[in-house]
Nanobody, 116 residues
Framework: QVQLVESGGGLVQAGGSLRLSCAAS????????MNWYRQAPGKLREWVAQ???????TYADFAKGRFTISRDQAKNTVYLQMDSLKPDDTAVYYC??????????WGQGTQVTVSS
């Protein structure tokens, strides 16, 4: 099992930036890839970005060019740098660790609010 703790959320004006962090502990050696998701009020949770074990990254269309996922393996931490934020980016952002046959784990989420 992997424990995930997100941080870095907050209130920002449109056009601003935030960097989210996701610190992992526990059975981190089983992790295949790390993902960021988000869930806005009244909407389904949606995938934002992924970084694989090998370091390759992929993004949802809405995130391309504005969001950057990265990691610091020494700190067992994954980041989501979010630039040019829009009010539509307001959501709770969740970190997810996918460990293949060992299952997956979610963090508790961190609130991001973008004011217009």
């Amino acid at each position: 099992q992997v424990q995930l703790v997100e941080s870095g959320g907050g209130l920002v004006q449109a056009g601003g930036s935030l960097r989210l962090s996701c610190a992992a502990s526990g059975s981190i050696f089983n992790i295949n890839d790390m993902n960021w998701y988000r869930q806005a009020p009244g909407k389904l949770r949606e995938w934002v970005a992924q970084i694989s074990r090998g370091g390759s990254t992929t993004y949802a269309d809405f995130a391309k060019g504005r969001f950057t996922i990265s990691r610091d393996q020494a700190k067992n931490t994954v980041y989501l740098q979010m630039d040019s934020l829009k009010p539509d980016d307001t959501a709770v952002y969740y970190c997810k660790a996918d460990s293949g046959r060992f299952g997956f784990d979610w963090g508790q989420g961190t609130q991001v609010t973008v004011s217009s």
